[in-house]
């Protein structure tokens, strides 16, 4: 079982990225799978999921309107679209997988994760 996340990266305040995350040795399909970040310093935090039926959470209203997240079930791959980035967003982002729920920000009910991304917003 593999989470593999890709695309972070050093960007200006104001700019745009997009994250993946492949994923490998299960049925992605069944899964909801999210995507929480950890700044330095803090807590990881819950940000965003998206369910095996496309029902989107977000755990934060700072995020509305500026992250997207949408998965591709041919292949394996969920995206997290941001835009607007704030120094803020300055984290390690991590996606995860949950066979049990079709919403979760509790990081004890994910099954899998990836090793994480990291995202640098300059002012």
């Known amino acids: 079982v593999q989470l593999v996340e890709s695309g972070g990266g050093l960007v200006q305040a104001g700019g745009s990225l997009r994250l993946s995350c492949t994923a490998s040795?299960?049925?992605?399909?069944?899964?909801?799978i999210g995507w929480f970040r950890q700044a330095p310093g803090k807590e990881r935090e819950f940000v965003v999921s998206?369910?095996?039926?496309?029902?989107?959470?977000y755990g934060q209203d700072s995020v509305k309107g500026r992250f997207t997240i949408s998965r591709d079930n041919a292949k394996n791959t969920l995206y997290l679209q941001i835009n607007s980035l704030k120094p803020e967003d300055t984290a390690v982002y991590y996606c995860?997988?949950?066979?049990?729920?079709?919403?979760?920000?509790?990081?004890?009910?994910?099954?899998?994760w990836g090793q994480g991304t990291q995202v640098t917003v300059s002012s």
């Open positions: 998206i369910s095996w039926s496309g029902i989107t959470t």
């Open positions: 040795g299960f049925t992605f399909d069944d899964y909801t």
């Open positions: 995860a997988a949950d066979l049990h729920h079709s919403y979760s920000d509790y990081e004890h009910e994910y099954d899998y």
